[in-house]
């Protein structure tokens, strides 16, 4: 049964064999609401993972400036 479900289902993603694509199921409220969370966690990872990269990005600039500073002073700069 399995190997009859896989070649329909590659046979389907080929275009070999064409079903009813113009049907749509309306979702559920609760399939609604449940991407609508998704959507929102997904937008607050991002921002959280941008405001990380900058704070990181700021203190590998800050470290480098000490590193130059350090540098140059016992380079006598």
Known sequence: MNAVLRTFMLARLAGLVTGPEEVRCAPTHEEEMMELRREILDHAI?????????????????????????RDARLGK
């Open 46 to 70: 991002a921002e959280t993972d941008a405001r990380e990269a900058r704070e990181k990005a700021a203190e590998e600039k800050k470290d480098l400036e000490a590193r130059r500073a350090l």
